[in-house]
């Protein structure tokens, strides 16, 4: 009869958390490795549409700058070296190329409405392009989905191309303290504490949307009560949640496309 192996003691089991960085120059090449990463994931997912989209991340040592995706660039083919440093009004005041100023008329006031936000994503993804055209917020329908359960906004509006900062306050207002936005007829933002919690919920929010349109066209989807959908979403809702959700992405993107990290 085979004896059972003993248990391997927990405290050398390795879990990976986020890391703490010794200097803003550390944290900073962080930040962008991980945004040009996340930029190529979308990519791949098919996130880009023509020269829309944005990600954008806060600088560690400038609050007010934060590191964007060169306008006209393919999303699949940014490196941390692409990227560009813009001020709070969109100027560049690092690199060579063109910021996209409609997307960062957004970015811009949901960064100065919310400090927390290390990083904020947007793009015109299509499931999430359908939801906003119905005016809808995500149900609770599934248990990704109750990560969003009264943790997302509607901005109930459409005026076009954002070029106004006016505008961009307005959905930094209805954004409030949620982690994600339904722009009606524009498509789905989502703020992070990190690059990865940005890009996870952004992912995330897409495909919850691509499930919630597939119900209904398949049939009458059965909601989760508003209890359980509490309680699921105080077990995968926070930011470090995401971030560990965001790992195996991570690891896929920076093994796969090395050059990203240059």
């Given at each position: ?18 890391p ?18 996340a930029l190529r ?5 098919g996130y ?5 989209g944005?990600?954008?991340?806060r ?6 700058c934060?590191?964007?995706n ?7 083919e940014?490196t ?7 001020n ?7 690199g060579?190329?063109h910021?996209n ?8 006031q949901?960064h100065?409405?919310r ?20 005016g809808?917020?995500l149900d609770?329908?599934?248990?990704e ?9 509607l ?10 900062p006016?505008?961009?306050r307005?959905i930094?207002v ?18 992070g ?6 890009a ?18 398949a ?11 509490l309680?699921t979403?105080?077990q995968?809702?926070?930011d470090?949640?995401a ?20």
């Amino acid at each position: 009869m085979s004896v059972i192996p003993d248990p391997v003691p927990v405290d050398r089991l390795h879990f990976a958390m986020p890391p703490v960085h010794a200097t803003a120059e550390e944290e900073r090449t962080h930040r962008k490795q991980r945004l040009a990463g996340a930029l190529r994931l979308f990519g791949r997912f098919g996130y880009e549409e023509g020269v829309s989209g944005h990600i954008s991340a806060r600088d560690p040592e400038h609050p007010d700058c934060f590191w964007v995706n060169p306008f006209g660039a393919p999303f699949e083919e940014i490196t941390a070296s692409d990227l560009i440093l813009v001020n709070g009004d969109g100027q560049v005041v690092r690199g060579g190329q063109h910021v996209n100023q409609a997307a960062f008329t957004v970015h811009a006031q949901v960064h100065r409405a919310r400090p927390d936000a290390v990083a904020v994503a947007h793009t015109h993804s299509v499931h999430g392009r359908a939801l906003a055209a119905l005016g809808e917020l995500l149900d609770p329908l599934t248990q990704e989905a109750c990560a969003f359960y009264q943790d997302h906004a509607l901005y109930d509006a459409y005026t076009g191309v954002t070029v106004d900062p006016e505008e961009g306050r307005r959905i930094a207002v209805a954004l409030g303290p949620f982690k994600a936005i339904v722009l009606r007829n524009h498509g789905l933002l989502t703020v992070g504490t990190s690059v990865d919690a940005a890009a996870w919920w952004f992912i995330a929010m897409e495909r919850s949307a691509q499930v919630q349109l597939a119900a209904r066209a398949a049939g009458k989807p059965v909601l989760i009560d508003h209890r359980e959908a509490l309680a699921t979403r105080e077990q995968l809702g926070s930011d470090l949640v995401a971030w560990i959700n965001y790992q195996p992405l991570w690891r896929r993107i920076s093994r796969t496309d090395p050059e990203l990290l240059s």
